[in-house]
């Protein structure tokens, strides 16, 4: 069955770094596109990160373009966050995310929030310290 599990996340200061990790399985990783999402309590899950199939193109949400990084190994199924320069406000549960499409009309759906990726991890805490 498809799995994502989501590692990497805990405590850093302001200022510092984190680095998440999403392994996956049971679905062909390199057709998908994969993305990350936050959400923190009482509040929607929110956009912040998509790849395309082949990494070629990347996405972030204005509140993390910058600051953070999305890559993938196609070799290994899984993709990583790369968070720089934490703030307070990048606390909240941070989910992984695929989908078999990939293609730019629907990344563009995915992140204006008229489509939603296929699978899910189950989320990382993430607490940034001020």
């Known amino acids: 069955q498809v799995q994502l599990v989501e590692s990497g996340g805990g405590l850093a200061q302001a200022g510092g770094s984190l680095t998440l990790s999403c392994e996956t399985s049971?679905?062909?990783?390199?057709?998908?596109?994969m993305g990350w999402f936050r959400q923190v309590p009482g509040k929607e899950r929110e956009f912040v990160s998509i790849?395309?199939?082949?990494?070629?193109?990347?996405y972030y949400s204005d509140s993390v373009k910058g600051r953070f990084t999305i890559s993938r190994d196609n070799a290994k199924n899984t993709i990583t966050l790369q968070m720089n320069r934490l703030k307070a406000e990048d606390t909240a549960v941070y989910y992984c995310?695929?989908?078999?499409?990939?293609?730019?009309?629907?990344?563009?759906?995915?992140?204006?929030?008229?489509?939603?990726?296929?699978?899910w991890g189950k989320g990382t805490q993430v607490t940034v310290s001020s």
């Open positions: 995310a695929g989908d078999p499409r990939s293609g730019g009309p629907f990344i563009r759906a995915v992140i204006n929030g008229s489509q939603r990726l296929a699978y």
């Open positions: 049971g679905f062909i990783f390199s057709n998908a596109a």
């Open positions: 790849v395309n199939w082949s990494g070629s193109d990347t």
